[in-house]
């Protein structure tokens, strides 16, 4: 009788993992850590960025839309509550019963007054089977007295603070007119860990940034997991109708990575992710009707798919390269 093979499952070496992925998953991360199905409900706080109004620049970032990543919230005229509301009913479709963490997505989530920030967030913890809060922002937006608040907060839930940072390389920076250096950026992320060190910090990076090659793309993984962050999301750059980005595509001056690139970078990437770091996302969702490119990003699974093959057929895994720096 033939010996039945092992599943890629059964041979998995990774460690945080109950499947065949071979990267530190955000649902592995969730069930063990709530022990039930949770999901992020995404709020719109109606706020705006410090890119925006003048305070370090106008227009926001080159790719980004006039909603600030927040494409898939519901209206900011509607009071948290409703739309909290309104999230759970079209997720009931997907699952009967969950548990909630509210997501505070579009543009800058702690850009306001403490005052302000104070009446969103308890609102936010005290909204229905809510068991935590996840809050996206930039960390040249993070004063004293916000951090100081936000470490008595994540006393009382399992609190993420998600940094945009896209790219550890200035000269790109300048180029996205994204309004802050690297260093801005780390003396952000460094009061956070100091003053809050119970919060959760998660860091935002995109691949395929207009001027970047793979060197500078690997260096800002590399660079990124040596502050050894909860949490890391990646994202193909995506060009969306209504940006500056559409502008210089349409003209020839922007290539996006095709999705065999996309694949074997964020494979390279994540060797050099500790393996604790949970990975929150590995692939994002432009806005459908208004993305021009890259079009493969809109089959999330197929992408999703073909990193697991990589992995495999590689025989590697969330932080091999890593582990042998130590």
């Known amino acids: ?169 200035d000269k790109t920076a300048a180029l996205i007119r994204r309004g802050h250096t690297y260093a801005d950026f780390l003396e952000g992320y460094c009061r956070l860990r100091e003053r809050a060190p119970r919060v959760r910090v998660g860091i935002h990076l995109i691949l395929g940034l207009i001027g970047e090659n793979d060197e500078m793309m690997v260096e800002t993984a590399q660079k990124v997991a040596d502050l050894c962050p909860e949490e890391v999301k990646f994202h193909s750059l995506y060009v969306i109708e209504g940006t500056e980005m559409a502008d210089i595509y349409r003209k020839g001056g922007y290539f996006p990575l095709s999705r065999e690139a996309y694949v074997n970078m964020v494979v390279h990437a994540l060797e050099w992710m500790p393996p604790e770091t949970v990975i929150g996302r590995l692939t994002g969702d432009g806005a459908e009707k208004s993305l021009l490119a890259p079009l493969w990003s809109k089959n999330k699974r197929l992408v999703l798919n073909e990193i697991d093959k990589k992995f495999y057929h590689d025989n590697t895994w969330q932080g091999k390269r890593r582990s042998k720096l130590f």
Not at 44 to 50: E, F, I, K, L, Q
Not at 62 to 79: K, N, R, T, V
Not at 97 to 116: G, K, V
Not at 127 to 151: F, H, K, M, Q, S
């Open 1 to 169: 009788m033939k010996k039945k093979e092992a599943t890629q499952r059964e041979i998995n070496p990774f460690l945080y993992s109950d499947t065949n992925k071979r990267y530190h998953t955000y649902d592995y991360y969730l069930r063990n850590t709530f022990g039930t199905k949770c999901a992020k409900i995404s709020l719109d706080a109606g706020m705006t960025c410090p890119n925006r109004d003048g305070k370090c620049g106008y227009g926001g970032c080159i790719y980004c839309s006039e909603h600030g990543s927040g494409d898939f919230a519901f209206s900011a005229a509607l009071p948290l509550a409703e739309q909290h509301r309104l999230q759970r009913e079209r997720l009931r479709g997907k699952w009967p019963t969950f548990q909630c963490i509210p997501y505070f997505q579009a543009h800058t989530n702690t850009y306001a007054p403490l005052s302000r920030l104070r009446e969103l967030f308890e609102e936010a913890i005290s909204l229905p089977d809510t068991v935590g809060l996840n809050i996206a922002t930039r960390a040249d937006c993070l004063p004293i007295e916000t951090v100081d608040y936000l470490a008595e907060l994540s006393e009382r839930t399992v609190l993420t603070v998600e940094l945009g940072l896209q790219t550890a390389h």
